[in-house]
Structure formats: C-alpha cells, structure tokens
C-alpha cells in the first residue's frame, strides 16, 4: 500500500493525499513532523534526502517532493487526469504549481508559519511581528494579487480541477489555519476559486480527515464554513 510520509496540515503533503484520494488509491499516513527535533525516523534521510515532508514509500519504491510524487501518482492511476490534456494549460498547470511552491509557500506560508507557530512553540524564539507585517504588506499582496489576475473560469488551468488548484488552495487552508484572513473583498475570485476546489469530493474528504490534528494544535477551522457557503 502507499504510504505518505508527512503530516495533513502541512501543505505538500495534504496536496499528495488530495491527489491520492482523488485518484482513488488506498494509502496510509504515517506521521513525520521534520520542524521538531528529534522527530523524524532513524531512516529519515534515506527516505527523504531533502529531509522534507512529503516522502513516499509505494512497495519497495521511495520518491520525495510532492510534485514529483503527485506526477508519479498520475501515471500510476492515469485516472481521473489531475493534469489538463491540452499542451497550454498543461503548461499552466505545472506553472502554477511551481508558482504554488515557491511563491505562495516560500513567499506567505513558509515565513508566517514559522513565526506564528515554529518559532514560538518549537523553538522557543519570539515571533517577530515586524516580519509578519513585511509578508502581509509586501509579498502577499503581490502573490495574491497575481493569483486573482489568473482566474478567469472555475479553475486555474483548463476546465477541470488540476494539480495547480490543488496547490494553491493546500497553501491557503494552512495560510487561514494559523490565523491570517483571505479577504473576500479584497481578492474575490481568488475566495470564490478556493471554496469551489475545498467543496470537491477528495479536498473535503482530506480536510474532514485532518480535522483532529487541527483541532489538537488549536486552531482555526471557521473559515472553511464560510469558504463552502
Ligand atoms: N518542494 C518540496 C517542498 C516540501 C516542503 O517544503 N515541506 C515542508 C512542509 S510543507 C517541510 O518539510 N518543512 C520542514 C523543513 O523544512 O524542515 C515539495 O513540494 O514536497
């Protein structure tokens, strides 16, 4: 059976379960949270050379990196397609999830997780809310922003749900769960796009299953009401 190693609210691996559950193939999670010392397996690095969440075990076959493990995932069960089978928005699509890694993760994400959660309850840093602000003033603006410019129809590469949905709206569930809004007003095709791909079978159903770590690390679950409404 596949088994994924990560954790659900991390938004690589909650990606890779939504594409597993979407293709319909039996899986497993096996809890690793990299962010606490001491944490990983002893056989860590030879799962993930990276030392990042997620990593795959399929058989006797290992792959890290979520995009790498959803294109595999694909092949594997080339059914239903989670990338568009026209060339241009088969481009978009892997352009967006790249998008999806870099800027909106490493950009928002990534910075604002470490300060509101890493930091504080990890590794017993102060938050730095001047760096909170720099993000929320002058990456996320941006980052969203281009987000919003990209939605013209339902999803964001042809006329069916894709991995870039996928993508983008992993990061926004764990973007709302630590605190911060998705403004309605402010990016609402960005909203409307997030509560469409959160009310597909598979997204719901991965949300649904993570709820008891969400709830155990106390935090915000309100806005999914509000995103499937
Ligand atoms: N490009 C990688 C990025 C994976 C990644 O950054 N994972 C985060 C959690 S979402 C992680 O493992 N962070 C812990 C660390 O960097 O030690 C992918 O798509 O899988």
Redesign the pocket.
């Known amino acids: 059976m596949l088994k994924i190693h990560g954790v659900p609210i991390?938004?690589?691996?909650r990606k890779v379960i939504v594409v597993a559950l979407a293709k319909g193939i039996e899986h497993g999670v096996i809890p690793v949270v990299?962010?606490i010392p001491g944490n990983p397996p002893a056989n860590w690095r030879e799962l993930s050379p990276t030392?990042?969440?997620?990593a795959i075990t399929d058989g006797d076959y290992t792959l890290v990196?979520?995009?790498a493990i959803c294109a595999y995932l694909e092949r594997r069960r080339p059914s239903p397609s989670l990338y568009p089978a026209d060339p241009r928005d088969y481009g978009q699509a892997l352009a967006l999830e790249q998008y999806a890694?870099d800027n909106i993760f490493r950009g928002v994400v990534h910075p604002l997780f470490h300060e509101v959660f890493v930091h504080p309850k990890v590794r017993q840093i102060p938050t730095n809310p001047a760096r909170i602000d720099e993000v929320l003033a002058t990456t996320l603006p941006e980052v969203f922003g281009y987000l919003e410019s990209r939605i013209a129809g339902d999803f964001l590469a042809g006329k069916s749900l894709s991995i870039a949905d996928i993508a983008v709206a992993s990061n926004l569930v764990t973007f709302q769960y630590i605190g911060f809004e998705l403004e309605r007003k402010r990016f609402p095709r960005l909203a409307a796009h997030f509560g469409r791909v959160c009310s597909t079978p598979a997204f719901a159903l991965a949300l649904e299953r993570e709820r008891g770590v969400v709830d155990s690390m106390q935090l915000r679950r309100d806005f999914l009401r509000e995103a499937a409404a």
């Open positions: 991390s938004v690589h691996t990299p962010v030392g990042k969440i997620p990196d979520s995009a890694g």
